[in-house]
C-alpha cells in the first residue's frame, strides 16, 4: 500500500513512533541535544503526517527501524527548519527563556581610608564545589553564576537544565553552529552542534528563576500526570523567549508546558 498523503491528520501513535526514530538518532550521534529536543517537542504537536516526515528525512535510520514506522518515510519535504519556525513562533514547540534574579557577584569592599581610585574590585567566584539542583530556584541561579564566571557574560543560544547538571549553548566562531558546554562544577566545553533554526540569543539573566521553579514543581500535575517526573527544561528564543517544561512516566513521554519567562501562562501539551 503506497503511503499515505502528507496531508493526512496524524495520530497519537504517528507521533509517539516518530519521537522513538528521533531518540535513535540522537543515540548514535545525528543529532546533537538542542536539535533533538527541538524536534520532539515538534513531533509533539505535529497537525499532520508531513509535519512527522519532515523530522526525520534528513537522519539515516537502519531499515528495521524505518519499516516499522507508521508513517513511512515518504518524499524529502521541506527544510526542518520551516516546520521548526512555524511551530515555535505558533508558540506550541520548544522554547526558550531568561533568568532574572542571579545578580553580579559582590565585590570586596575598599578599607577604610584607602585611595579608592587606584583599588580594582575583587570579583568572588561562584561556588563550584557544593552540587546544583537546576530544578530549584537556588540551582537555576546557580548555573547562570558558573556560566557568568567561564564566559564574563550570560548569553546563550539555550539553556537545558537536568536533575542533576545543565546544558548551555552559545555561538559559535563557525557560521550556523554552536559551542556545547555543560555546567555542574566548571563549565566544560563537550563539542559543538548545529545552530537549531531561527536560535536567537537569550540574556540568561532575565530568567525569573523564582517562576520558573515554581511551574517545574508544578508541571508534572499540570500536564495531567501526577505521577510523573520532570525530565528535562529548555530556555530558548525561536521567535519569542519562552520556557518549555517535559514530562515523563518511566521512559514515556508524557507532555509538556511552554510558558513565559517568569513561568507564567503557561499552555500544557499532551504527547500522548
Known amino acids: 500500500m503506497s503511503p499515505l498523503r502528507d496531508s493526512t491528520r496524524a495520530r497519537d501513535t504517528d507521533r509517539t513512533s516518530t519521537r522513538g526514530l528521533l531518540r535513535t538518532a540522537y543515540d548514535d550521534g545525528q543529532l546533537g541535544a538542542g536539535e533533538f529536543h527541538d524536534r520532539l517537542a515538534l513531533a509533539a504537536a505535529a497537525d499532520t503526517l508531513g509535519d512527522l516526515r519532515s523530522l526525520t528525512t534528513d537522519l539515516q535510520l537502519p531499515a528495521a527501524v524505518a519499516s516499522r514506522h507508521p508513517i ?52 568572588v ?13 537556588a540551582g537555576i541561579a546557580a548555573v547562570v553564576a558558573r556560566y557568568r564566571a567561564r564566559f564574563d557574560d550570560t548569553l546563550a543560544t539555550s539553556l537545558a537544565l537536568y536533575p542533576d547538571a545543565a546544558r548551555v549553548t552559545r555561538r559559535a566562531d563557525s557560521p550556523g553552529r554552536v559551542d556545547v558546554h555543560d555546567v555542574a562544577g566548571d563549565v566544560r566545553p563537550v563539542g559543538t552542534e548545529p545552530s537549531p533554526p531561527r536560535a536567537a540569543v537569550v540574556d540568561l539573566t532575565r530568567i525569573d528563576a523564582a517562576g520558573v521553579a515554581r511551574l517545574i514543581a508544578a508541571a508534572p500535575a499540570l500536564v495531567g500526570a501526577p505521577a510523573g517526573r520532570v525530565g528535562h527544561v529548555l530556555v530558548a528564543d525561536s ?15 508524557v507532555g509538556y508546558l511552554v510558558a513565559g519567562l517568569d513561568g507564567g501562562n503557561a499552555l500544557a501539551v499532551r504527547s500522548n
Open 239 to 253: 521567535g519569542r523567549p519562552t520556557v518549555t517544561v517535559y514530562v515523563g512516566d518511566g521512559n514515556q513521554a
Open 72 to 123: 513511512g518515510r515518504g518524499r524529502r519535504l521541506g527544510a526542518v527548519a520551516a516546520v521548526a519556525g512555524a511551530a515555535l513562533v505558533a508558540g506550541v514547540a520548544t522554547l526558550t527563556v531568561a533568568v532574572r534574579g542571579s545578580g553580579d557577584a559582590p565585590s570586596t569592599p575598599a578599607a577604610a581610608g584607602a585611595d579608592t581610585a587606584s583599588v580594582r574590585p575583587v570579583t
Open 125 to 137: 567566584p561562584p561556588d563550584r564545589a557544593t552540587p546544583i539542583d537546576p530544578f530549584t530556584e
